[in-house]
């Protein structure tokens, strides 16, 4: 799998002022660190970063002035609305280092135990922090859900991870649970209890009383 590159400028001064004014020319503050060298602080194209973000990546090649460096996006930081980026960690990696990233968990397939009346699938968790090379990092982790009844859970240790990657976040960590709905088990009840006892026929006569009239 390719590295995508994004092309970084050096940024000559830093400080809030200095940052809004890069951020109204639609590029991000971001800072490069690491490996024993000193942080460089740069600004990349805001356009092209979300782009790359958008697509899960977390390798990213960095070129700055000619030279190309591979770096891990470490930290996003939001606006106060959550709305947007203002700025972006980047640590310095090498390719064949293991690392710890976050990935997304993109459960597919139908579940049969949805087919049930009033059935919920809750996914607890969309992310999982896993471990393996730099250059091996997936964009994201699928799970075939199709086979999940009501009540079974979907755990960390139960995810199929690709070959080298294993799993940081607590094994017993829940990822989804497949339910029946407070409001499905209770249309459930009131089906059930309709269908129950046959209802008393007001002003009909008790069952003995019927007896004893039908001997006379």
Known sequence: MSTPTINA?????????????????KKIPAVVYGHKQAPVHVSVDAKEMIALLRQNAHLIEISVAGNNEPCLVKDIQWDHLGKHIIHIDLARV???EEV???????????????????????????????KCRADAIPESLE???SEMGVGDSLLVSGLTLPA????????DMLIAHLTIS????????????????EPEVIGGKPEDEAKEGDDK
């Not at 407070?182 to 006892?197: L, P, T």
């Open 143 to 145: 799970h075939d859900i």
């Open 164 to 171: 080298g990657v294993t799993a940081v976040s607590d094994e």
């Open 100 to 130: 710890e990233v976050e990935i997304q968990i993109e459960l597919i397939g139908d579940a049969i135990g949805l087919k049930e009346a009033g059935a919920l699938l809750d996914q607890a968790s969309s992310t999982v922090e896993i």
């Open 182 to 197: 407070k409001a499905g088990a209770e249309e459930d009840e009131a089906a059930a209890a309709e269908g129950g006892d």
């Open 9 to 25: 400028d050096v940024r000559e001064r830093t400080g809030t002022r200095y940052a809004a004014r890069i951020r109204a020319d």
């Open 94 to 96: 090498n390719l064949s």
